[in-house]
């Protein structure tokens, strides 16, 4: 007698399970969303039955059901694969993982192929390597690494978008890396719903997963970024990838940065820089240069900072705009910074700087793109504000960190000798700084004002 399949029905909206078809999701609360699916057995294919059971979870059927204590894991079987751009191996915490899952995501355009195939096309020197394209023909891929100067000899390549035909062609090469580009056109013959939908993602990745944590390949997934600037399907991969980033660049800049926001191998605040050139995507190993191309004459507004990137200290400059204001409500704009933060801040201002700003326009920005998430720029925000206020520019060699508190106090921040000795190795000579992260031994050529309030820090500068 024949079992009867099981029927699923996800929202290809949020990836919400439903055991029947509704007309909206209860999740996300869309209409005429649901597609039906039918997992279990269904998903197991003759090619791909006689080396992976889809039954077995992420974590790769190697050791399982036996129960060892962690100091008698042998942790030499898991050996950093290194990528050979120090940037992307700054980002993945020392490298690739072998049975690890990454998923890189980016705008069309941001450098996402280009940097992969890069990479690959030196790792297939010393390993066995697989790149395949679900997007492209094996010719365009072939033009581009030619127009790079890549090594091609030892790259294998497969333009396939079939997930079963794919893991049955990389059981015959055995690659050490695998490139899967992109997920949101992989499909499997059992899913009933469109390439690109939650359903055909979701089962897509899981079965790459699996194949990646039985076979110990490390496992690259390309993404596609929606709309709104996340990743295409984020809360359905999350839970199954080991480590999420994404490469990040504006068209008219010539600058890439990728950042981690997931990583169980490492840290998720570390910062790439790369820089788009003819040759393809070159590593930008001191970022801080490019964020300091500033003007001759340095302008009202405009105040330099140190903030923390994973394990190095970043120079980046702060503008700020501060202008009358024709609203009977004055706007305030922060790029780059949180807002919230930018009203709580300009309340403390007043307070006790005696600065009053509330009928005028405030705008700030973060040049060069970077995003400040911690809150050492918080003094630095406010001598620019009172900057471009009074029109009195700052000196051009002055550089300034410090979280500054409700009741006025400047709060010390981590790792201020580096963020200093980052200072004084690209030229400045002031720094205004918590004095709770003042130096026992001062830096040659860099002369340090501790504060230990706001009235202080602004009579230094002589803004008080």
Same mark, same amino acid.
């Not at 839970?239 to 008219?252: A, F, M, Q």
């Given at each position: 007698?024949?079992?009867?399949?099981?029927?699923?029905?996800?929202?290809?909206?949020?990836?919400?399970?439903?055991?029947?078809?509704?007309?909206?999701?209860?999740?996300?609360?869309?209409?005429?969303?649901?597609?039906?699916?039918?997992?279990?057995?269904?998903?197991?294919?003759?090619?791909?039955?006689?080396?992976?059971?889809?039954?077995?979870?992420?974590?790769?059927? !190697?050791?399982?059901?036996?129960?060892?204590?962690?100091?008698?894991?042998?942790?030499?079987?898991?050996?950093?694969?290194?990528?050979?751009?120090?940037?992307?191996?700054?980002?993945?915490?020392?490298?690739?993982?072998?049975?690890?899952?990454?998923?890189?995501?980016?705008?069309?355009?941001?450098?996402?192929?280009?940097?992969?195939?890069?990479?690959?096309?030196?790792?297939? $020197?010393?390993?066995?390597?697989?790149?395949?394209?679900?997007?492209?023909?094996?010719?365009?891929?072939?033009?581009?690494?030619?127009?790079?100067? &890549?090594?091609?000899?030892?790259?294998?390549?497969?333009?396939?978008?079939?997930?079963?035909?794919?893991?049955?062609?990389?059981?015959?090469?055995? %690659? *050490?890396?695998? @490139?899967?580009?992109?997920?949101?056109?992989?499909?499997?013959?059992?899913?009933?719903?469109?390439?690109?939908? =939650?359903?055909? @993602?979701?089962?897509? $990745?899981?079965?790459?997963?699996?194949?990646?944590?039985?076979?110990?390949?490390?496992?690259?997934?390309?993404?596609?970024?929606?709309?709104?600037?996340?990743?295409?399907?984020?809360? =359905?991969?999350?839970?199954?990838?080991?480590?999420?980033?994404?490469?990040?660049?504006?068209?008219?800049?010539?600058?890439?940065?990728? *950042? !981690?926001?997931?990583?169980? #191998?490492?840290?998720?605040?570390?910062?790439?820089? #790369?820089?788009?050139?003819?040759?393809?995507?070159?590593?930008?190993?001191? %970022?801080?240069?490019?964020?300091?191309?500033? $003007?001759?004459?340095?302008? !009202?507004?405009?105040?330099?900072?140190?903030?923390?990137?994973?394990?190095?200290?970043?120079?980046?400059?702060?503008?700020?705009?501060?202008?009358?204001?024709? &609203?009977?409500?004055?706007?305030?704009?922060?790029?780059?910074?949180?807002?919230?933060?930018?009203?709580?801040?300009?309340?403390?201002?007043?307070?006790?700087?005696?600065?009053?700003?509330?009928?005028?326009?405030? #705008?700030?920005?973060?040049?060069?793109?970077?995003?400040?998430?911690?809150?050492?720029?918080? &003094?630095?925000? &406010?001598? $620019?504000?009172?900057?471009? #206020?009074?029109?009195?520019?700052?000196?051009?060699?002055?550089?300034?960190?410090?979280?500054?508190?409700?009741?006025?106090?400047? +709060? %010390?921040?981590?790792?201020?000798?580096?963020?200093? +000795?980052? !200072?004084?190795?690209?030229?400045?000579?002031?720094?205004?700084? %918590?004095?709770?992260?003042?130096?026992?031994?001062?830096?040659?050529?860099?002369?340090?004002?501790?504060?230990?309030?706001?009235?202080?820090?602004?009579?230094?500068?002589?803004?008080?």
């Amino acid at each position: 007698m024949a079992t009867k399949r099981k029927t699923a029905y996800v929202c290809n909206d949020c990836g919400a399970d439903y055991t029947k078809w509704t007309g909206q999701c209860s999740g996300c609360g869309s209409w005429n969303s649901l597609s039906e699916v039918r997992p279990g057995p269904g998903y197991r294919d003759s090619r791909a039955a006689d080396f992976t059971d889809t039954q077995s979870g992420y974590a790769g059927a !190697a050791g399982s059901g036996k129960v060892q204590k962690l100091a008698e894991i042998d942790l030499s079987e898991l050996p950093r694969i290194p990528t050979s751009a120090s940037e992307l191996d700054r980002v993945l915490g020392g490298g690739l993982v072998p049975g690890s899952v990454v998923l890189i995501g980016g705008h069309p355009g941001a450098g996402k192929s280009t940097v992969l195939l890069q990479t690959l096309c030196h790792l297939a $020197a010393a390993m066995p390597a697989l790149y395949i394209t679900g997007e492209e023909s094996l010719q365009q891929v072939a033009m581009r690494a030619n127009r790079l100067g &890549l090594p091609t000899d030892s790259l294998q390549v497969l333009s396939e978008t079939d997930v079963e035909r794919i893991c049955h062609v990389a059981k015959t090469v055995i %690659p *050490r890396v695998m @490139v899967v580009d992109s997920i949101q056109v992989m499909h499997m013959s059992e899913v009933q719903s469109a390439p690109g939908s =939650v359903a055909q @993602v979701r089962e897509s $990745a899981a079965f790459l997963t699996r194949f990646a944590k039985q076979t110990g390949t490390a496992l690259i997934l390309v993404g596609h970024v929606t709309k709104d600037g996340s990743l295409a399907g984020p809360k =359905v991969l999350e839970h199954i990838i080991d480590c999420s980033i994404l490469l990040e660049g504006s068209h008219d800049s010539r600058f890439r940065t990728l *950042r !981690a926001h997931k990583n169980r #191998f490492g840290a998720v605040n570390e910062l790439g820089v #790369f820089a788009m050139t003819e040759q393809g995507l070159k590593e930008v190993s001191n %970022p801080s240069a490019i964020f300091l191309q500033r $003007a001759e004459e340095v302008a !009202a507004g405009s105040v330099v900072t140190a903030v923390w990137e994973g394990t190095r200290p970043l120079l980046v400059e702060l503008q700020a705009l501060v202008d009358d204001s024709s &609203l009977g409500n004055p706007r305030r704009v922060a790029v780059g910074l949180d807002q919230n933060r930018l009203n709580m801040l300009l309340a403390v201002l007043h307070r006790h700087g005696g600065v009053l700003v509330g009928d005028q326009d405030v #705008f700030i920005n973060v040049v060069g793109g970077v995003k400040v998430v911690e809150t050492s720029a918080d &003094l630095t925000l &406010l001598l $620019a504000v009172v900057s471009s #206020f009074r029109n009195h520019p700052l000196p051009r060699d002055l550089m300034v960190f410090g979280e500054v508190g409700l009741s006025g106090e400047i +709060r %010390p921040v981590p790792s201020g000798q580096e963020r200093l +000795r980052e !200072a004084a190795k690209h030229g400045f000579r002031k720094a205004i700084v %918590p004095a709770a992260n003042r130096l026992k031994n001062d830096i040659e050529g860099l002369e340090m004002q501790p504060v230990k309030t706001l009235a202080e820090a602004l009579a230094v500068i002589d803004m008080r």
